[in-house]
């Protein structure tokens, strides 16, 4: 059975930090490419990082980064855990969103349940 669980979003304030984990099981993780996205309310869901395949990227580099979150958040992936992480620094109430962590290889795609992120004061 297919697994991507986030966890470690919340409440926090503006410029603050969160660090969000997304834990895989059910499929071959090292074979896929994995991201995160976000989708604020009333909003199209918004790709936010990736990084590819060590088949592709042996060095497990950071893909793609969103311009508005570059300088800000970062990306990793530790593929003996079958674990991504976001860390997420200098929050802004824009980063409000539910965030998801996403998992695609060729046809296949699969989606975890999403993690509620609120920057508010």
């Known amino acids: 059975q297919v697994r991507l669980v986030e966890s470690g979003g919340g409440l926090v304030q503006p410029g603050g930090s969160l660090r969000l984990s997304c834990a895989a099981s059910?499929?071959?993780?090292?074979?896929?490419?994995m991201s995160w996205y976000r989708q604020a309310p009333g909003k199209e869901r918004e790709l936010v990082a990736t990084i590819d395949s060590a088949t592709i990227n042996p060095g497990l580099e950071i893909t793609y980064l969103g311009d508005s979150v570059k300088g800000r958040f970062t990306m990793s992936r530790d593929d003996d855990k079958k674990t991504v992480y976001l860390q997420m620094n200098s929050l802004k109430p824009e980063d409000t969103a539910v965030y998801f962590c996403n998992a695609h290889w060729h046809r296949l795609d699969y989606w975890g349940q999403g993690t509620q992120v609120t920057v508010s004061s």
């Open positions: 059910g499929f071959t993780f090292s074979n896929y490419a």
